[in-house]
């Protein structure tokens, strides 16, 4: 099946800080998300990509849908405390396969005072 | 504009008891998805449904769960004779039929069977 490689696992930041992590998969996506989750929370989308090569901003957070259609980033400039949390990237299948989310495993942003 | 509405947001249920999961759409929304979320792990695809049609049920269990959206109302998930291995949180999502890849979850149901 597919399967989603999201690195880093975790991160340890100081506030102000830029953070970059990213996603690769083994198979190929027409759909890129990411997600913020918080504890007891569910996910909250932040950033959509439906185009290979696009590049798309919200605030601070900037996200882009690689060439390859296998991968995609996500990075957020001047991290703030209430960036704390764990972030997802989402695929959608290009083919005719499932019709749901494939998720990477997330990764856990901290910041350190 | 409400979000998607999920109840119970904890529910506790004994082995061999059944466990039912709602979940209505963001208003305009007419595609349902649930996920199930494993501790420290991302969420996993269950079943796709439209109003009275499974879609896809390819990450359902085979046994014991079941799912349904019916024309009036909200979306059920239902899990039969619960078992210890079925407590985690589950997540439902909706989209726009413009826009099937872009889902939007609610805020889940905790489940633990003791």
């Known amino acids: 099946g597919q399967q989603l490689n999201q690195s880093p696992q975790s991160m340890f930041i100081q506030e102000g800080e830029d953070v970059s992590m990213n996603c690769t998969s083994s198979s190929i996506f027409n759909t890129w998300l990411w997600y913020k989750q918080d504890p007891g929370e569910g996910p909250v989308l932040l950033i959509a990509l439906y185009k290979a090569g696009e590049l798309t901003s919200n605030g601070r957070l900037t996200a882009q849908f690689g060439i390859t259609r296998k991968d995609s980033f996500l990075n957020i400039s001047a991290s703030i405390p209430s960036d704390v949390g764990i972030y997802f990237c989402?695929?959608?299948?290009?083919?005719?396969?499932?019709?749901?989310?494939?998720f990477g495993k997330g990764t856990h942003l901290i910041i350190q005072p | 504009n409400a979000g998607v509405m999920q109840n119970p947001r904890h529910l506790v249920r004994r082995r061999g008891q059944e466990a039912r999961l709602r979940c209505s759409p963001m208003?305009?929304?007419?595609?349902v998805y649930w996920y199930r979320q494993l501790p420290e792990e991302g969420l996993k695809f269950m079943v796709y449904l439209q109003k009275e049609n499974i879609i896809d049920e390819s990450g359902m269990p085979k046994e014991r769960f079941s799912a349904e959206f019916p024309k009036e109302g909200p979306s059920i998930l239902r899990i039969q004779q619960v078992v210890r291995g079925d407590s985690a949180a589950y997540f439902c999502?909706?989209?726009?039929?413009?826009?099937?890849?872009?889902?939007?979850f609610g805020p889940g149901t905790r489940l633990l069977v003791l």
């Open positions: 989402a695929g959608k299948d290009s083919g005719g396969g499932a019709d749901g989310l494939t």
């Open positions: 208003k305009g929304h007419s595609h």
């Open positions: 999502a909706s989209s726009p039929q413009e826009k099937r890849g872009t889902q939007y």
